[in-house]
């Protein structure tokens, strides 16, 4: 039977015991009363049913292929296992294809092969379906039991639930440390290579090894602090564009505008952080920088095709909604009490705005903004297509920079060996901006917690 | 049975009889005069026809029934009213003979002049310092740091809070107790040496004791300011106010002495109020 097919002979099972369980629980008469509703111990009964055949089907969905693979290494005569290992790498892909392919070929051993595979993955299937037969309905049984009125259903329900949602919280968690550790792993073995200090602190940035080993002159050099020193000018453009433009919009939307504008145009401009970042690239790459050229070189300035400025002020566009939105929100849950309080000093609706209202928001608008500069830390269409992948050591916004994310993409796209200096310092880097987004979010909850404590 | 609720009816119609408020509404040498004032959120009257006024440097209750208009009243007289966008005012209203809905007349400035205490306090997410420094700043009425910490020091001292917070100037407003904080409230409305205080139940939210300090404070700053105060609570009116004012369904029903309000009655819905028959 398919895996699908148990599954849902599972879910089956699981609701033939809810409705037992319920059905059960609703014709109770004993001397004292149920302590929990029906449904209750329908759900009981269900999760006695369920949760003890989905494991054994997840347990067996993890093991079966090492167990088929191990019984293709049995079928197989010893001269065909004594062979060098690639060609027994060879010979396994084609009893695999075979087997896909469910076809006879000229090749005995590999018929065989096929054969004695397809007769495990029966038995296998066999015992797996009886056994999740005998687990579901072993669970309706028990549901059947007297055991079932003894127990306090809402309560195991509860803790059901309850190791439910830790299950899924532990997933994310552990997605995390998995990411961080392969990343991590990964880098190091990038600084065998490279030392940590000429990564840190090198200012010159060029991932270009030698092809062969005995040429000479292009060993590459690894200096990530242009990469980092163009994120940051990009970002920091970015954000000088989007916070006092996103303030602005959030004060008037919540403190001027009337209820009617201010609903459809808070959507309206939510709808700038939904374009595709390639949509905002071109518009970068074919309008803004040609534009700031024209107008640089008319004053007289040099300006690359490619800038950091154009690039800066598109994704600052972008990432308006982030600082607008947010601060909107925070604005408007500021209580109506702390205005009227200040109006009521005399104070002018601009006064009352810039020193009581947007002061008591601070925390939530500092959230906003630091949402806004993860993201055009982590942004990177926008910065190939318009601010070009020179990694230039430079603070001027007019040349073409790059950035941290830029150049992990063009080190991992295309063909390369995975164990090259140049595709792993892929990974070094991504350390580094992890750590860095890392330190700027602690740095950001302090600031916030700290407001907090004085504000509230 | 029929004839029965007839009756009551009638005698209902008779008890919300509201053709004229009844005492002395109209004084001499009034600080604030409120003539023929009608208040409407957009389609809804708030305030029927009210004619009120406000004795210089006494202190006058407006006591009423729940949704009875104190407060939409005492916000008409500083123009609080204006940040509702559908509220409207009509009648006479002066200060000091000066029409408070002249076009000419500066809401901002009128409410340095007319200032305000709310229900709950709501002090500035700021220091204490700076909560009272507020005002002054905002109208330029310190010329150097240490005229300001001056007005700051006295205004604490008048809402006799001083004494216990000097130590902590720097401390945010918000750290203080309920009572505290209201009087915090109060240091930052007297600091702009407004001309009138108006105190919406500004004792409500706050402890006996705490309520305790504040209706003596508000006996003693009687001396320098004229104060309306809405208050629920009828012992209160009788111990802090001259003259008392009683509200119903956005009628003003009766005006008189205090004393003379709480002993004497002339409104059966008065007496009924104050011997707590209904509200
Ligand atoms: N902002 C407002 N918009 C519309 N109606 C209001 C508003 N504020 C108060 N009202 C109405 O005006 C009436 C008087 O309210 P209010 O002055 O707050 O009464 P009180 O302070 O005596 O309890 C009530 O019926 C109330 O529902
Ligand atoms: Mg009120």
């Given amino acids: ?456 | 049975m029929q004839q029965g609720l007839t009756s009551e009816a009638g005698s209902v119609a008779g008890l919300n009889n509201f053709e004229a408020t009844i005492g002395e509404n109209l004084i001499d040498d009034a600080k604030i005069s409120v003539r023929h004032a009608d208040v409407f959120y957009g389609e809804k009257q708030a305030i029927f026809d009210t004619s009120l006024d406000i004795g210089r440097n006494q202190v006058i209750a407006l006591i009423g029934p729940s949704g009875c208009g104190k407060s939409t009243f005492l916000r008409t007289l500083n123009r609080m009213n204006d940040t509702i966008a559908d509220c409207r005012v009509s009648g006479s209203l002066t200060l000091d003979g000066e029409d408070i809905y002249d076009k000419k007349m500066d809401p901002v400035l009128l409410r340095a002049r007319v200032g305000m205490v709310f229900q709950k306090p709501n002090p500035f997410p700021k220091s204490i310092y700076d909560n009272v420094a507020y005002g002054p700043r905002i109208h330029g009425l310190a010329r150097s740091n240490a005229e300001l910490d001056e007005i700051v020091i006295t205004s604490l001292e008048k809402a006799g809070l001083f004494e216990e917070v000097k130590d902590r100037l720097t401390a945010p407003g918000t750290s203080l107790s309920g009572g505290q904080q209201q009087r915090l409230c109060i240091a930052r409305t007297i600091a702009v040496s407004p001309e009138v205080i108006l105190m919406d139940e500004p004792a409500s939210a706050l402890d006996p004791i705490a309520t305790a300090i504040i209706e003596e404070l508000i006996d003693e700053l009687r001396e320098n300011f004229t104060i309306a105060i809405v208050t629920h609570s009828m012992q209160q009116a009788a111990r802090v106010s001259q003259r008392t004012a009683y509200f119903h369904l956005g009628h003003l029903v009766e005006v008189g002495e205090t004393s003379r309000i709480f002993t004497n009655p002339r409104h059966q819905m008065t007496e009924n109020y104050i011997t707590g028959k209904f509200g």
């Fill in chain 1, 1 to 456: 039977m398919s895996v699908s097919s148990l599954f849902l002979i599972v879910l089956g099972l699981g609701f033939i015991a809810f409705v037992v369980g319920q059905q059960r629980a609703a014709g109770y008469e004993g001397d004292t009363r149920l302590k929990s509703l029906p449904h209750h111990y329908g759900f009981l009964t269900a999760i006695w049913s369920s949760i003890p055949a989905l494991i054994l089907l997840l347990a067996w969905l993890s093991f079966e292929p090492v167990y088929l693979q191990k019984q293709i290494e049995q079928s197989l005569p010893v001269e065909a296992l004594n062979q060098s290992e690639e060609v027994l790498e060879l010979y396994m892909n084609n009893i695999h294809l075979a087997i896909q392919n469910n076809q006879a070929g000229d090749d005995e051993v590999v018929n065989n092969a096929v054969l004695h595979y397809q007769r495990s993955e029966l038995h296998s299937r066999s015992l797996i379906t009886a056994l999740v037969f005998v687990l579901g309905l072993s669970g309706i049984i028990a549901g059947l039991s007297r055991l079932l009125f003894r127990l306090h259903a809402r309560v195991s329900i509860e803790k059901v639930i309850k190791a439910f949602l830790m299950l899924c919280s532990g997933v994310a968690i552990v997605t995390t440390v998995g990411i961080v550790f392969s990343v991590l792993f990964e880098a190091i073995r990038f600084f065998e290579a490279v030392s940590v200090f000429d990564f840190i602190f090198g200012s010159s940035w060029s991932p270009q090894t030698s092809i062969r080993v005995d040429q000479v002159g292009s060993s590459g050099s690894f200096g990530a602090v242009p990469l980092f020193l163009g994120t940051m000018l990009i970002s920091a453009i970015a954000l000088i564009i989007a916070v006092p433009v996103g303030l602005m919009t959030a004060i008037y939307l919540s403190e001027y505008a009337s209820a009617r504008f201010r609903a459809s145009a808070k959507p309206a401009l939510e709808i700038l952080a939904g374009i595709p970042t390639v949509v905002y690239g071109f518009f970068a790459a074919l309008t803004v920088a040609p534009f700031i050229r024209e107008v640089g070189e008319s004053v007289g300035l040099s300006v690359a095709s490619e800038s950091a400025l154009a690039a800066g002020i598109v994704m600052g566009v972008m990432i308006i909604p982030f600082v607008s939105s947010l601060s909107d929100d925070v604005i408007s849950a500021v209580p109506q009490a702390m205005r009227d309080g200040s109006l009521g000093l005399g104070a002018t609706r601009s006064e009352t705005i810039k020193q009581v209202v947007i002061p008591a928001a601070l925390p939530g608008i500092v959230g906003g903004v630091l949402l806004a500069a993860s993201r055009a830390i982590g942004e990177t269409m926008i910065v190939v297509m318009a601010a070009g992948l020179a990694a230039n050591l430079t603070v001027n916004p007019l040349e073409a920079v790059t950035t941290v994310t830029v150049q992990i993409v063009t080190l991992l796209t295309g063909d390369q060996e995975f164990d090259s200096p140049k595709t792993l310092a892929a990974f070094a880097l991504g350390l580094m901006l992890f750590i860095s987004t890392l330190v700027l979010n602690v740095i950001a909850l302090h600031i916030v917690r700290k407001y907090r404590e004085h504000y509230e």
